[in-house]
């Protein structure tokens, strides 16, 4: 009967495996694996694919218990970021909103959506340093927002279309999306 050779490859992907199968260890791995999925940009639809905001009846309160009616931000550029703390491609991308957010939070109107709880979303700004506007819905949100899976960004125009309509995480401070959003703004 032959042995078995154990060579530095098995040991690597049981090493590997075991590291995915621990909770501590898990999420690290999964955010750095969608960081490298983060560098591209998401991109800009098609004239003919672009769509419209179904409604703005929709209620949210920020994480300090203001209300905000969404129908404020009727005829402003928008990005809604529907995401949780808890999500691997959402904290891979948060960077990226960061730096966004701190250069356009003047001229565009910032909403990060959760279902999390206050204190676990605090909890997680004040952790990572992040200072853009979070938000908890209170009504039902209109269907364009009904999404299967987070995170789930909309940038929409003054006219209520959406430009761009990603799934996953992304390079939102990218030269594609800077240059989108200062084509919005001049309109």
């Known amino acids: 009967m032959k ?10 992907f049981l090493v590997a495996i075991l590291l995915l199968i621990i909770p501590q260890t898990r999420q690290p791995i999964q955010v750095l694996l969608h960081k490298g999925l983060a560098q591209f940009s998401p ?15 929709w209620q949210l309160k920020s994480i300090n218990g203001d209300s905000f009616n969404f129908e404020s931000t009727k005829h402003k ?21 960061q730096a966004l957010y701190t ?9 990060f959506v959760s279902n999390e709880s206050q ?3 605090s909890k997680f700004l004040k952790k990572k340093g ?14 364009t927002f009904n999404v299967r899976s987070i995170p789930r960004t909309f940038l ?32």
């Open 3 to 12: 042995k078995k050779k154990i060579n530095i490859k098995n040991i690597l």
């Open 43 to 57: 991109s800009v639809e098609n004239v003919e694919d672009v769509e419209q905001i179904s409604s703005y009846n």
């Open 77 to 97: 550029v928008v990005l809604v970021n529907l995401w949780a703390t808890w999500c691997p491609p959402c904290i891979a991308e948060m960077p990226s909103m």
């Open 103 to 111: 250069d356009y939070k003047d001229q565009v109107d910032f909403l």
């Open 119 to 121: 204190e676990d979303l």
């Open 130 to 143: 992040y200072t853009f506007p979070v938000y908890k819905p209170t009504t039902k949100s209109p269907e």
């Open 156 to 187: 929409i125009d003054r006219n209520g279309n959406i430009i761009i309509d990603k799934s996953g995480a992304a390079n939102w401070n990218s030269e594609t999306v800077r240059t989108t959003i200062d084509g919005l703004i001049k309109l």
